[in-house]
């Protein structure tokens, strides 16, 4: 006789014990399939020509497609966000249809902040343009560039924390992070032209704050320095402070809540730092010499 009923009953007592089944969406968890998908029509709304249809738009064809667009974002956000807001603790307790009262004005409120992200990561676009001589146009940078792909997620999700939205903004960030190798925390702030280069490994904590004209390179981790204390942390300043005008060149760690680099300052690659640097100064990392030694022929 089948023992599989048998283990699936462990794993219900096991795996189920905390958690309350209601009807409907009582119980539901946000859907990442559907979260993935707002986010890539988030993005073809902030870069429409940039869509991927392969299609010539007038003025009012692109504005219908934009309405249309917009209209299946709030509906579905909406639904997504009320799932979401079970995860909230102010929101416990509410009924599915006073969470997706509750979600409709978060979505609302959202929506009207898209323009804005829109000037936002054009001056990204112009900080990636004029930073990488390989570049060969804007429309490269916005279509391939994993790095500004990274910085157009996070801008949604950013907002999206701001607002208070549970899980969500996590899902998309993680997502990016999959697809680009670069984690940024939703909660991270970052101001205006800012450029990852390369981006692969690049890591930006939940607390870090970077200040205008920022570039980083690949492999650069904004960290703490220690979350031994667990969820003691919550809510503290654990990530460093990037003020305006900063480079930080590949494989830089720059952990703590209390660093804070300076403006204008050049950080080189593979430094270790935790201490605050001064303004108008070039950290750099003093290697072991480079030694040549000929290869004999035998070997």
């Known amino acids: 006789m089948s023992k599989i009923p048998e283990i699936a009953k462990m794993i219900m007592d096991k795996t189920m014990a905390e958690r309350s089944f209601g009807e409907g969406h009582e119980s539901a968890q946000p859907d ?33 497609r934009i309405v249309k667009d917009l209209e299946d974002i709030s509906e579905s956000l909406i639904q997504q966000t009320a799932r979401a807001l079970s995860y909230d603790e102010s929101s416990k307790g509410m009924k599915y249809d006073e969470r997706l009262e509750k979600a409709k004005g978060l979505t609302d ?28 146009s804007k429309d490269e940078i916005a279509y391939c560039y994993p790095g500004f792909s990274a910085i157009e997620t996070h801008r949604i999700a950013h907002e999206l924390f701001v607002l208070g939205v549970p899980l969500i903004p996590r899902i998309m960030s993680e997502s990016a992070h999959s697809e680009t190798g670069v984690d940024i925390h939703p909660g991270a702030t970052i101001g205006h032209h800012f450029f990852i280069d390369h981006g692969t490994g690049v890591v930006i904590g939940e607390t870090s704050e970077i200040g205008n004209y920022v570039k980083i ?3 650069v981790t904004l960290g703490g320095l220690s979350t031994r204390a667990g969820q003691a942390l919550r809510g503290k300043k654990r990530h460093p402070t990037i ?30 730092i935790t201490e605050s ?13 480079i030694r040549h030694i000929p290869i004999e022929k035998d070997d």
């Open 32 to 64: 990442r399939c559907v979260i993935i998908a707002i986010v890539k029509k988030i993005k073809e709304i902030l870069f429409p020509f940039l869509c991927g249809n392969g299609e010539r738009e007038n003025k009012e064809k692109l504005e219908s």
């Open 109 to 136: 409120e959202f929506l009207r902040r898209i323009p804005c992200l829109i000037d936002l990561l054009k001056m990204d676009l112009d900080a990636a343009f004029d930073g990488d001589p390989a570049a060969t």
């Open 217 to 219: 390179y690949q492999g």
């Open 243 to 272: 003020k305006d005008n900063v480079t930080i060149y590949s494989n830089a760690s720059i952990l703590g809540g209390q660093t804070v680099i300076n403006e204008g300052v050049v950080i080189g690659g593979n430094c270790f």
């Open 277 to 289: 640097i001064p303004a108008h100064v070039r950290v750099v990392y003093d290697s072991p010499k």
